[in-house]
């Protein structure tokens, strides 16, 4: 089964500090990478894509920095702010039909 | 824009019952998906639909689930009969057809089966 490994599980960021979240995928036919937002009970928004062609894309305060050759990348968060606080989950896109593959998420914490 | 619609918001049934879930997508969005999320997981694809048509169903249950989407538009997911492992939150999404990355949640149903 195809899998988007993530990490760390839960995040305890400190305001106006730096949230960073980090995934690694193994299949090389994944090729598009958004991140998910959810908080408690909504369903996920998505936040911000990357395609593996760019190394990185800002959007506001949210960053992926993508290293194709390493099969990583990462969501950095500046300036986190306490309505930050949510889940955020990594994903990748394989196939014609552009099947989406979530990470296992990470629980962000920001501490005023 | 109407966001993605989902009934019931909350169910609560026994094992070996059976439950419908209902989904109206965004107006215009051709791909129609539901997933299964158990707490503190991600979302899991159990089914994925191109208009009236299935193209993935590869993590389906097909012993115990079943998915229909009626006229290209809305959708049901029946489980029957139901497992305790089956508690969860199932999630409808959409999505334009070449936008797969870009979806459109609803809120979910919060199945608990007791």
């Known amino acids: 089964q195809q899998q988007v490994k993530q990490s760390p599980q839960s995040l305890i960021v400190q305001k106006g500090g730096i949230s960073i979240i980090n995934c690694a995928y193994e299949?090389?036919?994944?090729?598009?990478f958004p991140w998910y937002q959810q908080f408690p009970g909504k369903g996920p928004a998505l936040l911000i894509a990357?395609?593996?062609?760019?190394s990185e894309k800002k959007e506001g305060r949210f960053t992926i920095s993508f290293n194709k050759s390493a099969k990583q990348f990462s969501l950095h968060i500046m300036d986190s702010q306490p309505g930050d606080s949510a889940t955020y989950f990594c994903?990748?896109?394989?196939?014609?039909?552009?099947?989406?593959?979530f990470g296992t998420g990470t629980k962000l914490q920001v501490i005023p | 824009e109407a966001g993605v619609a989902q009934s019931p918001r909350y169910k609560i049934i026994e094992k070996r019952q059976s439950v419908a879930f209902w989904c109206n997508p965004i107006s215009g969005h051709a791909t129609l998906y539901w997933y299964q999320q158990i707490l503190g997981q991600g979302p899991k694809l159990l089914i994925q639909f191109q208009n009236n048509g299935v193209v993935d169903d590869s993590q389906l249950p097909k012993d115990r689930f079943s998915a229909e989407r009626l006229k290209g538009v809305d959708s049901t997911l029946k489980i029957q009969p139901a497992k305790l492992e089956d508690s969860a939150v199932y999630l409808c999404a959409s999505s334009f057809r070449a936008r797969g990355y870009e979806q459109y949640f609803g809120p979910g149903t919060r199945l608990t089966v007791t």
């Open positions: 994903a990748a896109l394989s196939g014609g039909y552009q099947k989406v593959t």
């Open positions: 299949n090389t036919a994944f090729d598009y």
């Open positions: 990357i395609r593996p062609d760019v």
